[in-house]
């Protein structure tokens, strides 16, 4: 990526040996001699010919179903009974194929000409003899249906059982995941309670599937109702699976409070918190900028017997910087390292972006060197953070290296760094080295070429603006 500009160097700016052009990978040497058991040599065994090699019979041309028709379906099948008959082709046995001849019509069919298509399979081509996944094809097309009631499902489930395929686990599963598919997530929950009755109760995939859409697409109390009713009417309990896919949800909506209850309700339920829970609970306070919060639940993880991992300490030093606590967070780096966890990319740049957050972009500067003097190379991020602390600073004759070296390297260049520089090269009256940045955030892909013209066209009104009061010279 170039060496390191003379300014950067001095009491201020160490060389950094990180911003040293990489190497290209070494080649590996092609095999010069071929492995010894090559080299042995294959008899030539020759077919006799009173034993000729009899060639198969070509299979029969699949289906293609343009329109929804059933009598054209119909008609369309008998086609292909007759094409193998006249053209000596073998009908599959597998009921595989026939399926899929049934799954491709289903698509574009309505339930009840589905069925009847099946039935004229039966009748017309006797030896197709109908599976449980033939069936199953029915109950998803039928859970996709618009259809305002359960009638269409209770078809095919009824369907199934009379042809010794009762409903199972499996169907279950099925049914669930058509029906949220199709947004009707009110319907699952209602066919879970009516299999719930005639013991078939759906297993936990099924269960936490469920939780997880419901999470995704209804609200919090919409959620909890659904854990009270499974528990209540079809004694089905949650698990630590769907404790943590209900922890990830509410952290990720910034409800807290809601995430401590659940927390409580785990202890309450016999449940041990693993690492993920408490890195997911860490992460919903550094959203919130809660720098004590990150920590507390760090001693706390600490006192539970949990074992802190990598995605722990980046979570809990990315919390802590952003929290303005930089110098606490740094001093986990001794802690993590003494852990067998190593600082990575993500550790060194989540200090950096505290350290810019504090107006200390020269300190930032120094923590690259220390992070490559340990074998830890930065990646975009990291020379972004500082091209936006630097920027931000007005230290603009060492960002404007910093963004040579990063456009010698290829490096795209991050919607809030581009902004902040460009500002900054106009504030300086630097406008041609502006058009130059913009010019490489577009041809790098960094930018699309209407969001990089918005931010350099915004700037430029604004720096019109300001000389006309004065604001700048």
């Known amino acids: ?86 053209n000596k082709h073998t009908i599959p046995s597998d009921p595989r194929f026939f399926n899929s001849i049934l799954q491709s019509y289903s698509a574009i069919s309505s339930p009840h000409d589905s069925i009847s298509l099946l039935n004229h399979m039966i009748k017309t081509h006797p030896p197709f003899c109908p599976n449980k996944s033939t069936f199953h094809i029915f109950l998803s097309q039928s859970c996709k249906s618009p259809d305002p009631t359960l009638s269409t499902v209770h078809q095919a489930l009824n369907l199934m059982t009379s042809h010794g395929f009762p409903p199972d686990k499996i169907a279950a599963d099925i049914a669930v995941r058509s029906l949220c598919s199709a947004d009707r997530a009110e319907h699952a929950i209602e066919l879970i309670k009516e299999l719930s009755l005639k013991n078939c109760s759906p297993d936990t995939y099924t269960y936490n599937f469920l939780t997880k859409y419901l999470c995704k697409n209804r609200t919090v109390s919409a959620v909890n109702g659904f854990i009270r009713d499974m528990r209540e009417f079809c004694n089905i309990k949650p698990n630590l ?9 509410v952290c990720n909506g910034k409800n807290l409070r809601e995430a401590t209850r659940l927390l ?41 017997g949990v074992e802190p991992d990598m995605v722990t300490y980046n979570t809990l030093i990315y919390g802590l910087s952003k929290a303005g606590r930089v110098k606490q967070a740094k001093s986990f780096l001794n802690v993590m390292a003494e852990m067998g966890h190593f600082p990575d990319a993500v550790t060194y740049t989540s200090l950096m972006n505290g350290m810019c957050r504090e107006g200390n972009a020269v300190g930032a500067m120094a923590l690259l060197e220390e992070m490559e003097a340990k074998g830890c190379s930065p990646n975009s991020c990291s020379y972004n953070t500082l091209l936006h602390g630097l920027s931000k600073e007005r230290l603009l004759d060492k960002a404007i290296e910093l963004f040579g070296l990063m456009k010698a390297g290829g490096m795209e260049l991050e919607t809030g760094s581009y902004g902040t520089f460009l500002r900054a090269l106009c504030k300086k009256g630097k406008v041609a080295e502006a058009y130059e940045v913009f010019d490489y955030a577009v041809e790098s892909k960094s930018l699309n070429e209407v969001a990089a013209y918005t931010t350099l066209e915004t700037t430029l009104k604004w720096l019109l603006k300001a000389k006309e009061q004065g604001l700048v010279v």
């Open 241 to 249: 699976v769907t404790y943590t896919i209900m922890i990830d949800n």
């Open 264 to 304: 409580g309700v785990l202890a309450e339920e016999g449940f041990k918190p693993d690492c993920y829970v408490y890195n997911t609970i860490m992460k919903g306070h550094c959203m919130l900028s809660q720098g004590g919060e990150v920590l507390s639940v760090f001693k706390k993880m600490q006192e539970d």
């Open 1 to 86: 990526m170039g060496k390191i500009p003379p300014s950067f160097k001095g009491s201020q700016f160490p060389k950094s040996t990180l911003l040293k052009t990489p190497q290209s990978p070494s080649q590996t040497p092609l095999l010069t001699q071929k492995p010894q058991h090559f080299l042995k040599k294959i008899p030539n065994k020759r077919p006799s010919k009173s034993q000729p090699t009899p060639h198969p019979p070509p299979p029969p041309p699949s289906l293609t179903f343009t329109t929804p028709l059933l009598s054209d379906a119909k008609s369309l099948f008998n086609s292909l009974i007759t094409a193998t008959t006249t």
